[in-house]
């Protein structure tokens, strides 16, 4: 199996949709991140998780909800989402938060909200 | 406000030749810069790094210079292969003032032409 696997790989729902992505790692790593790519922009960090706990929230809106029941599986909850959401979610993994940077990837889920 | 700038969007090379990517920063703390590789429906990869106490990194065929008093890195690709066609991203974190989030640029396309 892949590193960091994320699913599903493409995900459409309407304004008023309630979805999740989940993410799963096999790296054995303690952190967990969500990024989000919007076309032509940096990747913006949205969510750290370090051995389960919530470490970061970077003024990610309510619309958006995450969950880490443990250290391999992360799920981003989402609900009454707007079209500018519309966008690649990337979750990542790395060895403990506090580390030398280097983050393992997922695929990305790619997220069109009508 | 965007602390890591790829100011190219995209770069186009011959095969063989060198590709040389760009990437300026602002924030004076950043002391470790990373560069990340994406391929289409891909998750990025990590690609190569280098810390503030250096100004050359080399791995291969790639290399990556800064230049700390410019707050400027660059990714030297040599030969470009066909294979180097993708989206490289530059990324800096502030270590040693304890802050391993990484921030990241819009990312550099490139493409090698055969």
């Known amino acids: 199996e892949t590193g960091v696997t994320q699913t599903p790989r493409h995900l459409v729902m309407g304004m008023t949709n309630k979805k999740s992505l989940k993410c799963e790692q096999h790296l054995g790593h303690n952190a967990m991140y969500w990024y989000k790519q919007s076309a032509k922009k940096p990747l913006e960090l949205m969510f750290v998780y370090n051995f389960k706990e919530q470490t970061e929230n970077n003024s990610v809106p309510s619309r958006f909800s995450p969950e880490c029941p443990n250290s391999s599986h992360l799920f981003l909850h989402l609900h009454t989402l707007q079209p500018e959401d519309s966008a690649l979610y990337l979750c990542?993994?790395?060895?403990?938060?506090?580390?030398?940077?280097?983050?393992?990837f997922g695929e990305g889920s790619r997220l069109t909200v009508l | 406000d965007q602390q890591v700038k790829q100011n190219s969007p995209s770069l186009s090379v011959q095969e063989g030749r060198i590709s040389i990517l760009n990437c300026d920063y602002t924030n004076s703390m950043f002391d470790y810069f990373l560069w990340y590789k994406k391929y289409p429906a891909e998750g990025p990869t990590f690609l190569i790094s280098i810390s503030s106490i250096k100004d050359k990194n080399e791995d291969g065929r790639f290399t990556v210079f800064l230049n700390k008093s410019a707050k400027h890195l660059s990714l030297h690709i040599v030969p470009s292969q066909p294979g180097d066609s993708a989206v490289y991203f530059c990324?800096?974190?502030?270590?040693?003032?304890?802050?391993?989030?990484?921030?990241f640029g819009a990312g550099t396309t490139v493409t090698v032409r055969a």
């Open positions: 990542a993994s790395s060895q403990g938060s506090m580390n030398t940077g280097e983050l393992f």
């Open positions: 990324a800096a974190s502030a270590l040693r003032s304890n802050d391993y989030k990484l921030s």
